[in-house]
């Protein structure tokens, strides 16, 4: 089965403006839709990381793709799955996901290895999530993502949308947001973006969560690096009862180094708070120090930038081989991520975390046939038709590259975005506090 095209869509979707160490969230958020059509006409596609960097890279590998066996095309193309940057210079500290160049490779393999396994799985009706060796769950739980932010509900101008949620800036107005996540969709699990407020003021929002959701519900605060190793530790401190029990705390601090420190002043105080990471550990070059030191226990995988689904399978046997555990990444994405994150999630046995997802973000855009996937008790079920299991709405995907065209925004700059909207000159420290 042959590849006779491919063909890159980049579009926009709208975002509300959330806030991070990064800075701040533009009112768009890009993505670009990948399609591999076959010989026959059949056509597999993924979603990737958007504007002009990763399109790019997607069409500069085409000669590499067209007139290829989709059977052997990830195998012929295996090398790029590691990227030039394999070890400290990969990591997401200073770079976001999506905009470290050292990242090209991994995520253009990535989109080319799901569109691959999409077009073969509909092209003999067997899910992604079986060809990768089979599922060891039908259903695949997702967390709530809160997020500290502005006021606004996304998209500019006449396109600006509802704002759901509201400014949230606060412990009771993040609870409230939660609140409204958890009835909406059944997330039994709360993950909570910080690195934006006072720490005190997080370590507070965390108590609020646990006050109002109980120790059922698993909590995992996240601050991009923005802390000392002092603060984390002093976060971990006054957090130990509130992020055991099945939460975590993740890269409170910059670098393998700085979250070994974490860790052996945690455990010093008697405290076993997992870390987790997906900044500080970003590529299998990353893993012997980290295990060495035992500077992370969970790590959180990502297709997208890892290097495709098989390469997550292979990251979940080396955790389960020592003794980590998995979660899973997310970025700002429509349904197409969410379904191919849901099959890799379905056959990656030692991924027993909720996965993150932005998904409830994205309220009111859409990229597939029948619109926007639904959760279920927090929880996507596996579809049982071939491929992904999704089919892209062709009249939306039009919508949305017609919007891409007339904004102005080609890439992600949060910093840009910070000093345009909240603080001319700010500047992402780390650490900030």
């Known amino acids: 089965m042959r590849i006779k095209d491919l063909r890159v869509h980049s579009i926009a979707i709208a975002d509300p403006p959330l806030r991070s160490s990064y800075g701040l969230h533009a009112p768009y958020a890009l993505r670009n839709i990948v399609e591999l059509e076959s010989e026959d006409g059949i056509v597999g596609i993924a979603e990737t990381y958007g504007g002009e960097g990763p399109a790019d890279a997607l069409r500069k590998i085409a000669p590499d793709v067209v007139g290829k066996d989709a059977y052997r095309l990830t195998g012929d193309l295996l090398d790029a799955a590691e990227g030039e940057g394999a070890g400290s210079e990969r990591s997401h500290v200073m770079s976001t996901p999506g905009e470290n160049p050292l990242d090209a490779g991994p995520r253009t393999y990535s989109a080319i290895e799901t569109a691959s396994l999409d077009l073969i799985g509909r092209s003999v009706g067997v899910p992604v999530c079986d060809l990768l060796g089979g599922r060891v769950r039908d259903e695949v739980p997702f967390s709530a993502y809160a997020f500290y932010k502005h006021g606004g509900g996304g998209g ?5 949308r509802e704002d759901k949620y509201g400014e949230c800036l606060t412990p009771a107005s993040i609870v409230r947001q939660v609140r409204s996540m958890v009835d909406e969709y059944g997330f039994k699990d709360v993950k909570l973006k910080g690195g934006v ?16 959701f109980g120790p059922a519900v698993p909590e995992r605060i996240d601050p991009n690096s923005a802390w000392t190793v002092q603060t984390s530790v002093r976060v971990g401190e006054a957090l130990r009862g509130e992020l055991t029990g099945g939460g975590y705390l993740e890269d409170p601090t910059a670098g393998i180094d ?6 052996a002043a945690l455990l010093g105080k008697g405290i076993d708070t997992p870390l987790a990471s997906n900044v500080a550990v970003t590529s299998f070059a990353h893993l012997p120090e980290t295990i060495r030191r035992d500077a992370v226990q969970v790590v959180l995988c990502d297709h997208h930038f890892w290097g495709g689904m098989r390469q997550v399978q292979h990251l979940g046997k080396l955790c389960q081989t020592f003794g980590l555990e998995l979660s899973m990444h997310s970025n700002s994405h429509l349904g197409i991520s969410l379904m191919a994150m849901t099959h890799v999630a379905a056959a990656t046995k030692n991924l027993t975390y909720a996965c993150d ?11 597939i046939v029948g619109g926007r996937l639904k959760f279920v008790g927090g929880s996507l079920r596996v579809p049982e038709r071939g491929g992904l299991g999704v089919d892209i709405d062709r009249d939306q995907l039009a919508r949305l590259k017609e919007r891409y065209d007339k904004i102005p925004y080609r890439r992600r700059d949060d910093a840009a975005e910070m000093r345009k909207h909240v603080d001319p000159g700010w500047q992402r420290v780390l650490p900030r506090w």
Do not use: N
């Open 197 to 212: 407020l006072d720490p005190e003021q997080e370590i507070e929002t965390i108590r609020q969560l646990r006050q109002e």
């Open 258 to 263: 700085g979250m070994a420190q974490v860790r």
């Open 357 to 367: 997802t932005h998904y409830p973000w994205q309220t009111s855009d859409e990229v």
């Open 156 to 160: 500019e101008g006449s396109d600006a």
